[in-house]
């Protein structure tokens, strides 16, 4: 008897070496499918098979056809995934570094955040729009939809700062007082260096988790849609491959975003294991 | 330290701003109005009654909808939590290059940054009539005729529901088994425990933070999701929210909001009892 860390590889690395290969296949599957089938010729249809190879369907999507709004819906997604990205890095950042302290209100606090994150979407979507009612506000993508987003993706940078913080040890910060530094040449030299690759990651949860949301999105963002809820809509009167064409471009975008995060995280790494 | 301390206020002010203009304030109007009245073509009118409450909760519909929802969150916590405990299992104890091991969680995650929307539409090349799946079978001859139930069923809503949400349980697992002392599984095997004895004994126990969390995360994004029953069942099942939902649609806010502060009395229930199990915010912190 080993551990399954130890020695030769047990029967149950197979098993599950079998298990987690069908999970990934389960996970990305149906995706890849969805991708190539965004491809159809122009007489194919939602299913294999294939006829034929084209870009019909992408010049479908931007072009004159029936498939709604999609261009405006582009346009406003991305400039709004972006804000939520940098207000939710700025505000997690420092609200990460104030919960290092002890202060009063702190697990009030805490625990709004975490229940802000359990609370169903559609219930505080509810609750954002009788708000924005009760002053008189009407509901925007810009505002009521961008407090919307806030309230998913705040909570993931607050436990993701929460990680990465509670790695810093505040020695570090103490030793830089120590030699003369200021309080910005310390974060400047010594804190934001360590949390960099940290505050990335909450830029990516910002930016994919706004670019993608529903729920929350579905009653603040007004009249004007964002991007998954004209897909929703085209869900239920698109029955072309179109549906998928727009599939494939918007995942392109949130892959793009994910490699550009992990990449730049893993070669921060990497620079600095080597100057080490 | 009294500058530190006006200092910490103002680093947490923009969070507590957000959280209340846009948590706080909005759930406590949706309490309220769940007491207000409900006119046509008036829309709100201020009252304080529970008829809200009293049609909602004598209407069979509703207990038919609850009914299913929870039956949903069962099957699907159940199916996430042995995917994930033994994808989180393989990853921590058996793969043994760490790089590796860090690369094929990110492959189980990057999912989680891609619309769900999308991920819920690849299914139906897959799943329908004349989908991936009945095409095989009626090609290798197993099956005469097309299987319907494969799409637009329940059957269809919990394959969404595993695709979308089991990573939810893998992370936290992953975490949580990732912080276990190597040591202590030499220990049980030098104290004679069997593989299944070390599962069950040690990893099980010192993993159940993770598990908890993922248990909220999942209960939580079931109780509350409206969307995926609505594309994956083609409108045959409903959930909680589809209720919520309804209401929206003929603007009748009051008895939208009465069933919205049900379901979040609901949830907020099974999740205060999951975090009763573990302290969740000391192993956040730490």
């Known amino acids: 008897m080993s551990l399954p860390s130890q020695g030769r590889r047990p029967w149950t690395f197979y098993v599950l070496s079998v298990m987690f290969t069908l999970f990934v296949l389960f996970l990305y599957g149906p995706m890849f499918i969805m991708f190539i089938l965004s491809f159809q010729g122009p007489t194919g249809g939602l299913v294999f098979p294939m006829r034929g190879f084209s870009l019909t369907w992408f010049d479908a999507l931007f072009g004159q056809a029936r498939t709604g709004d999609v261009g405006g819906a582009f346009s406003r997604s991305l400039p709004l995934a972006l804000m939520v990205m940098v207000l939710t890095v700025l505000i997690s950042v420092t609200a990460g570094f104030a919960f290092r302290r002890r202060f009063v209100g702190s697990g009030f606090l805490f625990y709004t955040a975490v229940a802000s994150l359990i609370v169903p979407g559609l219930v505080l979507s509810i609750g954002i729009l009788v708000t924005a009612r009760f002053l008189g506000i009407p509901a925007r993508w810009w505002f009521t939809g961008l407090g919307a987003h806030l309230s998913w993706t705040l909570p993931f940078g607050l436990l993701i700062m929460f990680a990465i913080l509670g790695r810093l040890s505040p020695s570090y910060e103490e030793a830089a007082y120590d030699m003369g530094a200021t309080r910005w040449q310390t974060v400047r030299h010594v804190v934001i260096p360590i949390v960099?690759?940290?505050?990335?990651?909450?830029?990516?949860?910002?930016?994919?988790?706004?670019?993608?949301e529903f729920p929350r999105s579905w009653l603040t963002v007004g009249s004007l849609n964002t991007l998954p809820i004209e897909i929703w809509t085209m869900t239920t009167n698109?029955?072309?491959?179109?549906?998928?064409?727009?599939?494939?471009?918007?995942?392109?975008?949130?892959?793009?975003?994910?490699?550009?995060?992990?990449?730049s995280i893993a070669y921060i790494q990497h620079r600095r294991s080597k100057r080490t | 330290m009294k500058s530190n301390r006006l200092l910490t206020y103002l680093q947490v002010t923009p969070l507590f701003l957000v959280l209340l203009f846009f948590v706080i304030v909005p759930l406590a109007l949706v309490l309220i109005v769940s007491f207000f009245r409900y006119q046509m073509l008036v829309g709100l009118v201020p009252d304080?009654?529970?008829?809200?409450?009293?049609?909602?909760?004598?209407?069979?519909?509703?207990?038919?909808?609850?009914?299913s929802t929870i039956k949903f969150t069962v099957i699907v916590l159940a199916i996430t939590f042995v995917l994930g405990f033994w994808v989180a299992y393989f990853l921590v104890f058996h793969v043994r290059n760490l790089l590796i091991a860090i690369g094929l969680f990110l492959v189980c995650t990057v999912p989680f940054w891609t619309s769900n929307i999308i991920r819920m539409i690849s299914w139906r090349p897959v799943l329908g009539t004349e989908g991936l799946i009945n095409t095989a079978l009626l090609e290798s001859g197993i099956v005469g005729e097309p299987i319907s139930w494969l799409l637009f069923s329940d059957f269809a809503v919990i394959v969404a529901y595993v695709h979308l949400f089991t990573l939810f349980m893998i992370v936290p697992i992953f975490n949580a088994m990732a912080r276990i002392d190597k040591a202590l599984l030499e220990a049980a095997v030098d104290a004679g425990a069997t593989r299944w004895g070390v599962v069950w004994n040690v990893v099980l126990p010192l993993s159940k933070t993770g598990i908890a969390l993922g248990a909220v995360f999942v209960v939580t994004l079931v109780m509350g999701d409206f969307f995926v029953v609505a594309v994956m069942s083609g409108g045959l099942s409903g959930s909680a929210t589809s209720g919520i939902f309804n209401d929206l649609q003929f603007l009748n806010y009051p008895r939208a909001a009465a069933n919205a502060v049900v379901l979040l009395i609901i949830v907020l229930l099974i999740a205060t009892a999951i975090f009763r199990l573990v302290d969740v915010r000391k192993e956040l912190v730490r």
């Not at chain 1, 960099?196 to 949860?205: Q, T």
């Not at chain 1, 599939?247 to 975008?253: D, L």
Request: net charge neutral.
């Open chain 1, 196 to 212: 960099f690759p940290g505050m990335i990651a909450v830029a990516l949860f910002g930016f994919t988790l706004s670019y993608d």
């Open chain 1, 238 to 263: 698109v029955t072309s491959p179109a549906l998928y064409a727009l599939g494939t471009v918007t995942s392109a975008i949130s892959f793009v975003a994910i490699g550009l995060a992990i990449g």
């Open chain 2, 48 to 67: 304080f009654t529970f008829k809200n409450y009293a049609e909602l909760l004598s209407n069979p519909t509703t207990w038919k909808l609850y009914f």
